[in-house]
C-alpha cells in the first residue's frame, strides 16, 4: 500500500513539476525533475511508514478489506444487466416526454 501511494506521489509530483516550472521558466532537464520527485516521495513514504497512526490505520484498514464480502461475478454481470436495461428504460421514458413536451409547446405557440 505505501509502495502505491508511493508511485502515485512520485508520478503526480513529477508532473505537477513540470507543469509548473515548464510554465514560468524554462523547463530544466528530465533527470532534475525526476530525481527531486522521487527524492521527495521517498522521504514522504518513509514519513508516513513510520508514523504510527498512519501505519495503525493502513493495518485497521486491510483487516477490514479482509473482512468484506465481495461479489461473485455472476453477481456483478446480473447487476450490471440492471443497471443497462434500466438505464435504457428511463431513457426511453424521458425521450417520450420530451416529445409530448416540444408537441405541446407547439400547439400553443404555433
Known amino acids: 500500500m505505501y509502495l502505491c501511494g508511493g508511485l502515485l506521489f512520485f508520478y503526480l509530483l513529477q508532473w505537477t513539476m513540470d507543469w509548473i516550472w515548464g510554465y ?3 523547463a530544466p532537464s528530465e533527470f532534475y525533475i525526476t530525481a527531486i520527485s522521487a527524492v521527495a516521495a521517498l522521504t514522504v513514504g518513509v514519513m ?3 508514523n504510527e497512526r498512519v501505519y495503525t490505520l493502513a493495518n485497521e484498514v486491510s483487516a477490514e478489506l479482509k473482512k468484506v464480502a465481495w461479489p461473485s461475478a455472476k453477481d456483478v454481470r446480473a447487476a450490471t444487466i440492471v443497471v ?3 438505464t435504457i428504460i428511463s431513457a426511453a421514458i424521458l425521450g417520450l416526454f420530451d416529445a409530448v413536451w416540444s408537441k405541446v409547446t407547439q ?3 404555433g
Open 24 to 26: 514560468f521558466v524554462r
Open 48 to 50: 508516513m511508514y513510520r
Open 84 to 86: 443497462v436495461i434500466m
Open 107 to 109: 400547439v400553443i405557440y
